[in-house]
């Protein structure tokens, strides 16, 4: 077998709180092929965006560690890129800046001018974005600017994606837009992607294998899915297809079990603080 892209082996992550060591992550062990496309899925305070911090190096793991392509991460690197729920964009840059920022820290010594401004006007082009160079984020749309957001952090040429909840914040017609935009991109280039989602249509439809995490604290790797549907990927056909209905059961049952555990200790708990992020969501729906 070849050697993973991206490897995560007894990965554990504690912070120090008033009330003593709070674990938020217990021996997380991930193995994830180049191409890939990962999402991670479970309830509010299960550590996903911890792992999220853990692979773009913005943490260190208390132990165990994360190895991309045979180096171990320790810090951020253009390598390794990340979209955010809220675009984050800087106000007072264009479309165009925005991208440019980006470019211009990555790509400075190893691109003439020409050859940056190329790059950029290509990478507005990947999300049909390019009309919109002039302008400012508050002049366009949240899903416009959630655009300009990928269009930034693919600019940067990362082996990997680093999703978080990226598409969370818009409504169902631009999120369905930009998930399909999403598929066709990652199949032309190939990137891994790691996304954190708490939708679970989303997941089986945009990912190649679904990571199902346990509740915190010291939440782990409670099921991992993957979804054997062929691509291209087409959500109005796939709607009626037994498989890809199998696999949206086998999360939503996952999550209501999981949900029904959280729901049984709440109480023994008098509703106090105990340093967690949990707290008593809604049964999940088509959404965790």
Same mark, same amino acid.
């Given at each position: 077998m070849s050697k993973p892209h991206l490897e995560l082996t007894g990965v554990e992550m504690s912070f120090?709180?008033?009330?003593?060591?709070?674990?938020?992550?217990?021996?997380?062990?991930?193995?994830?092929?180049?191409?890939?496309? +990962?999402?991670?899925? #479970?309830?509010?305070?299960?550590?996903?965006?911890? +792992?999220?911090?853990i692979v773009a190096g913005l943490l260190q793991a208390t132990k165990g560690g994360c190895i991309l392509d045979g180096h171990?991460?320790?810090?951020? #690197?253009?390598?390794?890129?990340?979209?955010?729920?809220?675009?984050?964009?800087?106000?007072?840059?264009?479309?165009y800046e925005n991208v440019e920022l980006a470019?211009?820290?990555?790509?400075?010594?190893?691109?003439?001018?020409?050859?940056r401004q190329s790059w950029i006007h290509h990478n507005l082009e990947l999300v049909n974005m390019a009309h919109a160079a002039?302008? $400012?984020?508050? =002049?366009?749309?949240?899903?416009?600017?959630? $655009?300009?957001?990928i269009a930034r952090a693919l600019a940067?040429?990362?082996?990997?994606?680093?999703?978080?909840?990226?598409? #969370?914040?818009?409504d169902a017609l631009t999120r369905a837009h930009l998930q399909d935009s999403l598929m066709e991109i990652q199949q032309e280039l190939n990137n891994t992607v790691i996304m954190i989602t708490h939708d679970v249509d989303e997941a089986v439809l945009l990912s190649d294998r679904i990571i199902m995490m346990t509740n915190g604290p010291a939440?782990?790797?409670? =099921?991992?899915? *993957?979804?054997?549907?062929?691509?291209? $990927?087409?959500?109005?056909?796939?709607a009626d297809d037994p498989t890809y209905?199998? *696999?949206?059961?086998?999360?939503?049952?996952?999550? *209501?079990?999981?949900? $029904?555990?959280?729901?049984?200790?709440?109480?023994?708990?008098?509703n106090q603080t105990?340093?967690?992020?949990?707290?008593?969501?809604? /049964?999940? /729906?088509?959404k965790a």
């Open positions: 120090d709180t008033p009330k003593g060591s709070f674990i938020a992550l217990d021996n997380i062990n991930l193995k994830i092929k180049k191409g890939e496309f +990962v999402s991670l899925i #479970g309830h509010s305070g299960c550590g996903k965006s911890t +792992v999220l911090n171990e991460i320790n810090s951020p #690197g253009p390598e390794r890129a990340v979209v955010f729920q809220n675009h984050a964009l800087m106000p007072w840059l264009t479309v470019v211009q820290q990555v790509f400075r010594k190893s691109m003439t001018k020409q050859e002039t302008k $400012r984020p508050g =002049e366009i749309s949240g899903g416009m600017a959630q $655009r300009v957001g940067m040429k990362p082996s990997v994606l680093l999703m978080d909840e990226p598409f #969370g914040a818009l939440a782990a790797v409670g =099921e991992d899915l *993957y979804i054997d549907l062929e691509r291209p $990927r087409n959500r109005v056909t796939l209905v199998h *696999y949206r059961q086998e999360v939503l049952k996952f999550l *209501y079990e999981k949900q $029904r555990k959280l729901e049984s200790i709440t109480p023994r708990r008098n105990t340093g967690t992020n949990m707290h008593k969501d809604t /049964a999940p /729906a088509a």
